[in-house]
């Protein structure tokens, strides 16, 4: 693979990326194993959202992922499983053993059915068979829509809904610290409105006790043990589908991302290789979930792509014990370890004896992904974690974008606390101002937007091409828009500010506040609601609700209230979208047109009082006074 090694190195590859993009992305793709050669790099159409990239071209992911390391790999570990609780031994799962586990599996969807093109929902803890099974997916054509298992049946409803899946994969239940959470449970309830799904694969975790739907529930064990561990990987062309991951948005609908094959392996496996700087032999931990796409690219796609070693871990930092994650990285040897700020900032807090404890000395280099690390966290993860000598790649990315676009290069960019820095070679993004004009000065502030297409961005939203376009390219005309504000020193180095819209990012989690919202309002004593984020010491933000009580609802206890909406969340959407504060009020500042001002209700929930701009042209600016006084 590719790899820079010097910061010359970087700058002329860049230039050259952006010169001759057909070029540069052509030779990068040119070290991954196709069936069929493309006969165009790319094309692309940034007004009706249209990207084609290694046109014609055919190949199979997993081929690249697994069979391709068969030949000197096959022994080496491929997955390094590491239960939740310490008692049970870790899994060790070669490239061998994971080439059987995916045919088995592939074979088994097949079995029930699936072929190319159709959608499997799967919804699983942290365990080997979630590898397995997206892969036995791509295997077979099957796109793939991995729901994160701490999502309530309403929301697993909605996106199967949506992907009219076919068939779904679960487990009886799932271990997260010291709570067991009945996955299967959650689906035989999710189902209940779900017409599409034929069948569901349930493979043992927990032994409890499960309801079993005759003719359409399995036991993975039972109807896998005759099938064979052989599968011909389907011939996919590098446009098909790979999969949907569903991301918050501006309305109550979730987005549907829909990624496609080649460009995402070529992006994913390219800087994978880069950005972690990634050796033979290294022990890679991403921290994440492969509910959430760190997972799919940066668990799975990009490190299998590079034969590495790549740690699965099921559990939580703070279980046992807030020593963990620091044990996990002192036993394996860990080399290049990749988390969010939230968790970095969740131990920081706790006594440093629990880092100490343990020898870090494996470590060459931190990753940090999800949200702006504050330059506290980024101190401490330097100091405590790195010991002054492993570069921070601080690695700002979307589900949307499919890979990790502007990020440090260990030990080629120098870093800067709280920055994302430059850009990956291939990426060009650019800071437009309130005009929609590029700023070309720097210093500068603006909303971030991308130039030019890149491989693994995603294609459309399933479903829904018009609410790509609206989302994503027509702020902007000519560009992709991030949703994200950022800065940009002399140096050119990005620093991200935050997002410009109605997505609040809570411990790393995206959460629109329509689907929020909406919850709430089904709430029976409920007549409307508006939520903000606050800024968290932990979680980075937090979430304020203000709420307007219908007539009928304003004599209830109001912590009883408080409870109740929040469980409406938890069922709706999870535990993840739960409100810290929940203020009572009885009108929301809007504009005349009835829009609710979300700026005023901001500064309210950061408790900046000072200047509230121009409220007159409010339909009810008494209102912003009473809440003020009712503040939380
Ligand atoms: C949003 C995307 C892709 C990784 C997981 C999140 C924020 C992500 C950074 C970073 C500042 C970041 C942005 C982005 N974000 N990484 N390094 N610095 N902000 O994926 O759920 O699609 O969220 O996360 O606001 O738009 P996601």
Redesign the pocket.
């Known amino acids: 693979m590719v790899q820079i090694k010097s910061l010359e190195e970087y700058l002329k590859t860049y230039t050259r990326s952006v010169e001759q993009p057909e070029l540069f992305w052509s030779e990068i793709a040119e070290q991954f194993d196709w069936i069929q050669k493309w006969d165009k790099t790319f094309e692309s159409d940034m007004i009706k959202a249209e990207f084609k990239w290694f046109r014609n071209a055919k190949l199979n992911i997993t081929s690249n992922c697994i069979d391709r390391h068969l030949d000197n790999k096959s022994d080496q570990t491929a997955l390094l499983f590491v239960p939740n609780s310490p008692d049970e031994a870790a899994q060790k799962i070669t490239y061998k053993e994971l080439s059987l586990m995916v045919n088995r599996m592939a074979n088994t969807l097949k079995d029930l059915g699936v072929s190319k093109g159709d959608r499997v929902c799967i919804y699983l803890p942290m365990i080997p068979e979630l590898a397995a099974a997206v892969l036995a997916c791509a295997r077979i054509g099957a796109i793939h829509s991995v729901v994160f298992a701490g999502f309530s049946s309403t929301a697993v409803a909605a996106r199967i809904n949506d992907s009219s899946s076919k068939v779904m994969i679960t487990s009886d239940g799932g271990y997260r610290g010291n709570k067991t959470i009945d996955l299967k449970g959650i689906v035989n309830d999710a189902l209940k409105s779900c017409d599409s799904v034929e069948s569901v694969l349930t493979i043992k975790r927990t032994g409890q006790e499960t309801v079993m739907i005759e003719g359409r529930d399995y036991w993975y064990e039972d109807i896998s043990k005759n099938l064979s561990d052989e599968c011909e990987p389907e011939i996919m062309d590098a446009e098909d589908p790979l999969f949907i991951l569903y991301?918050s948005g501006s309305t109550g609908k979730p987005k549907g991302m829909l990624h496609s094959t080649g460009g995402y392996m070529v992006y994913t496996g390219f800087t994978f290789k880069n950005v972690f700087q990634y050796e033979s032999g290294d022990i890679y931990w991403c921290t994440a979930d492969i509910g959430?796409?760190?997972g799919h690219s940066y668990i799975l796609y990009g490190p299998l792509l590079n034969g590495a070693t790549t740690v699965m871990f099921e559990g939580v930092p703070s279980y046992p014990d807030f020593g963990r994650f620091w044990e996990i990285i002192e036993k394996y040897k860990v080399n290049q370890f990749y988390t969010a700020p939230t968790a970095i900032r969740s131990l920081a807090k706790e006594s440093l004896e629990w880092v100490e404890k343990y020898d870090l000395s494996s470590i060459k280099v931190l990753g940090?992904?999800?949200?702006?690390?504050n330059e506290e966290a980024w101190h401490w993860y330097d100091e405590h974690i790195g010991k002054r000598n492993c570069p921070i790649v601080?690695?700002?990315?979307?589900?949307?974008?499919g890979g990790i676009m502007i990020s440090p290069i260990p030990h080629v960019t120098p870093t800067k606390p709280t920055y994302?820095t430059l850009p990956l070679p291939g990426i060009q993004p650019v800071l437009l101002d309130e005009q929609h004009k590029e700023i070309t000065v720097n210093p500068a502030q603006g909303s971030l937007c991308i130039k030019h297409a890149w491989p693994s961005m995603a294609r459309t939203i399933w479903g829904d091409h018009q609410r790509y376009i609206d989302t994503y390219f027509s702020a902007y005309k000519g560009y992709y828009f991030?949703?994200?504000g950022a800065l940009r020193d002399d140096a050119g180095y990005y620093r991200?500010t935050?997002?410009m819209d109605d997505?609040i990012?809570v411990s790393?989690?995206?959460l629109g506040t329509a689907p929020i919202e909406d919850a709430i309002n089904e709430h029976p004593a409920v007549a409307e609601s508006a939520i903000i984020g606050f800024p968290h010491d932990i979680k980075g933000n937090a979430l304020y609700g203000f709420v307007i009580l219908k007539e009928s609802g304003t004599d209830r206890n109001q912590d009883e209230l408080r409870i109740e909406i929040n469980k409406m969340i938890s069922d709706h959407i999870g535990p993840i979208a739960k409100l810290d504060k929940i203020q009572f009020v009885s009108g929301l500042p809007k504009t005349r047109s009835g829009k609710i001002m979300r700026r005023i209700l901001r500064k309210i929930g950061e408790g900046d009082l000072s200047n509230f701009g121009d409220i007159s042209t409010l339909l009810n600016p008494e209102i912003v006074e009473e809440i003020i006084e009712g503040r939380l």
């Open positions: 991301t959430w796409i760190t940090s992904v999800g949200e702006p690390i601080d690695t700002w990315w979307q589900t949307e974008t994302a991030t949703g994200d991200i935050g997002r997505v990012i790393g989690h995206n």
